[in-house]
C-alpha cells in the first residue's frame, strides 16, 4: 500500500510564499512523474507542475515564474516553493505521483489535499 502526505499549506498574505512537501510511502519499488494539481472551489482540478524522475519539469502558464518543484529520489519526496503568491492561488493542493509497487504496475496515487489560503 502506497500513501502519499502532504504537508506545508495555510494562510498567507498576498505576495507571500509557502513551502508545500510531500512524502511517499510503502511498497514503492519505482516513482516515475510527480506533480502537483490544484482545486479551487467551484472548479475542476488543474495540473500545475510535474518532474520527472530525472528532474525534467513542466509548468502551467498561471505559475511559471512564481513556483518551483523539486524532488528528492531517495528520500521518494516532492516539494512545491509557491512565491508571489496571490488571491487566485487560493485552492486545495494535491500531490500525485506514478508509482510501480510490488503488487500492481505503474499507477496514479495522490495526496489527501492541503488548504492554501492566499488573503489580507
Known amino acids: 500500500q502506497v500513501q502519499l502526505v502532504e504537508s506545508g499549506g495555510g494562510l498567507v498574505q498576498p505576495g507571500g510564499s509557502l513551502r508545500l512537501s510531500c512524502a511517499a510511502s510503502?511498497?514503492?519499488?519505482?516513482?516515475?512523474?510527480m506533480g502537483w494539481y490544484r482545486q479551487a472551489p467551484g472548479k475542476q482540478r488543474e495540473l500545475i507542475t510535474t518532474i520527472t524522475s530525472g528532474g525534467s519539469t513542466n509548468y502551467a502558464d498561471s505559475v511559471k515564474g512564481r513556483f518551483t518543484i523539486s524532488r528528492d529520489n531517495a528520500k521518494n519526496m516532492v516539494d512545491l516553493q509557491m512565491n508571489d503568491l496571490k488571491p487566485e492561488d487560493t485552492a486545495v493542493y494535491y500531490c500525485?505521483?506514478?508509482?510501480?509497487?510490488?503488487?500492481?504496475?505503474?499507477?496514479?496515487?495522490w495526496g489527501q489535499g492541503t488548504q492554501v489560503t492566499v488573503s489580507s
Open positions: 500525485n505521483a506514478v508509482i510501480l509497487t510490488r503488487s500492481s504496475n505503474f499507477r496514479n496515487y
Open positions: 510503502g511498497s514503492i519499488l519505482s516513482i516515475n512523474v
